[in-house]
């Protein structure tokens, strides 16, 4: 079988004020595009289909547009709620669907949705998890008197419910941080890496379709993935090429996956400059000027109405910068006032999560914690 793998859509949404709604129509057309021309069996929305929990009606009519799409092409669509959705909007009329072969996950309720299909290597099941809380666990696990405290246990608790058949293929849709991915700026962080899940939770499938990190990437294993957004939605993935996922299940342990580039309508781009080498023919002629712009100035004073100017020639400018002497200096003195009014525990947080692009755990705090309490009290004690 083969399965296309896509995930935070954030359909309706808005960056620096300019709508994607356009863009996200381009990018879902291309999307339907590439159903059919590879002949896809099933695709995997791994959540964050809307960008709000009320979406506007916009963007559930471009959302209706797409999984018509990919009904009338008599694709299986597999959908799962992400942090930003709200479940039982997004699940509305799941019943009904289903007899189309579009399978909404409805909101956890102590069981996963699971889908039997069947091709010449044997059965193949889909797990449909929306997204989940420690708190949605234990209302749903009946859990209050012995509530579970993390994500880690609260996902080992959903997933050993599960009772997976080892003999058959298994593949797991769901939106969650595994510890170790690469965030970047259009993402919402948890405080202090509380979500984390370590990625042996998921051992038991054999490929497990992750929405909730806008970055493409794998973590552990090709087949525990990050497909990332089908857009770029800030000016930190403006480098990034973006892509679907196509994975072909062949028999058993046989998982085979490519990227299938996606290309948008407009482009993410970040250019610098002095205002006259940014506005100079020579310097724009060769560029679509139609793309999504962060132009950073060198000049040393602002330009008068630079936004507007620069929109002339850069009609989608998103952001205006500045780089000169002055913004040096305002960002030393807040770096520096910032840096004094942190902890010790503060920074070396900071530090740590430099170092192993991760935050530390409850216990790895506790134990720091200890150790410069105890190397305070002994300078105290001097």
Known sequence: MKFLHISDLHIGKRVHEFSMINDQKYILGKILAIAENEEIDGIFIAGDVYDKPAPSAEAVQLFDWFLTGLAGQKRKVFVVSGNHDCVERLSFGAQIMASQQVYVSTAYDGNAAKIELEDEYGKLAVYLLPFVKPAIVNHALEMEERPLESYQDALRAVIGRMELDDGIRNILVAHQ????????????????????????????FDYVALGHIHSPQWIGRETLRYCGTPLKYSFSESEQQKSAVILECGKKGDVRIRMEKLTPLHDMKKIRGSYLEVTARKFYEHMDTEDYFQITLTDENDILQGLAKLRVIYPNLMQLLYDNSRTKQNQAVTTIEAMERKSPLDLFEEFFKLQNNQPMSDKQRELAERFLKSEMDEDEGR
């Open 177 to 204: 941080f595994v510890t170790g991915a690469g965030r970047c700026e259009s993402e919402n962080v948890s405080v202090g890496g509380l979500d984390n899940v370590d990625a042996d939770v998921f051992d038991g």
